[in-house]
C-alpha cells in the first residue's frame, strides 16, 4: 500500500490499522518512496543475551579477539581504570 505524507498526518490511525493487520505501507513525500511502514515484531532477548560475548558486524571476522568483554577492558584501561 501506498500513502503520502500528508495522508500519514491526517490518516495515521487508518494506516497504523493497515499495518496491525500485516500490511506493508510506503509513504511517499513529493512522489518518491521515502519510508516503509511494517509490523512491529518482538525480539527474543534470549538468543541476544546467551551470545553476549560473540563479535557480530565487522568484527565477525576477528580471529585476533577471542573476548569482546576482554578486548573492551584492554581498550578502556588507559582512559577509565
Known sequence: MKATAKDLRVHSKGLLDAVSKGEDVV???RGKPCARLVPYEEVDKTTVLDNKDELFGIWA???DIESVEEYMQNLRKGRFF
Open 27 to 29: 509513504i511517499t513525500f
Open 61 to 63: 571476522d576477528r580471529v
